[in-house]
Nanobody
Framework: RMKLVESGGASVQPGGSLTLSCVDSEDRVIGYYMAWFRQAPGKEREGVAVIDPDDRTTYLDAVKGRFNISRGNAKKTLYLQMNDLKLEDTGMYYC??????????????????WGQGTQVTVSS
């Protein structure tokens, strides 16, 4: 079965930057609707950013101006560039892909593929 694999999570100080990456094992879905979700301890999972097949993007209000979702030119890798990281950005970050037709970009179950997650910890 095709898998999405994230990488790039780390521990950083507030104000720092990280870039997360996501690849799919069969190069099949990165060109479709793809998104990043996150889940902080004790909190519900939330959609952070989405990119559509035409590279239009939407962001969670809390990360606008700080995060950037993009794809590599060959559409084989999904990225999440995170700048000016805050304590509240701490959480497990997941790559998800292939949004169902008519689905909501911020609804986890409206996607067909999910990665295992990569941990981002922001602490001083």
């Amino acid at each position: 079965r095709m898998k999405l694999v994230e990488s790039g999570g780390a521990s950083v100080q507030p104000g720092g930057s990280l870039t997360l990456s996501c690849v799919d094992s069969e190069d099949r879905v990165i060109g479709y609707y793809m998104a990043w979700f996150r889940q902080a301890p004790g909190k519900e999972r939330e959609g952070v950013a989405v990119i559509d097949p035409d590279d239009r993007t939407t962001y969670l209000d809390a990360v606008k101006g700080r995060f950037n979702i993009s794809r590599g030119n060959a559409k084989k890798t999904l990225y999440l560039q995170m700048n000016d990281l805050k304590l509240e950005d701490t959480g497990m970050y997941y790559c998800v892909g292939y949004l169902n037709f008519g689905g909501s970009w911020s609804t986890w179950s409206d996607y067909n593929y999910w990665g295992q997650g990569t941990q981002v910890t922001v602490s001083s």
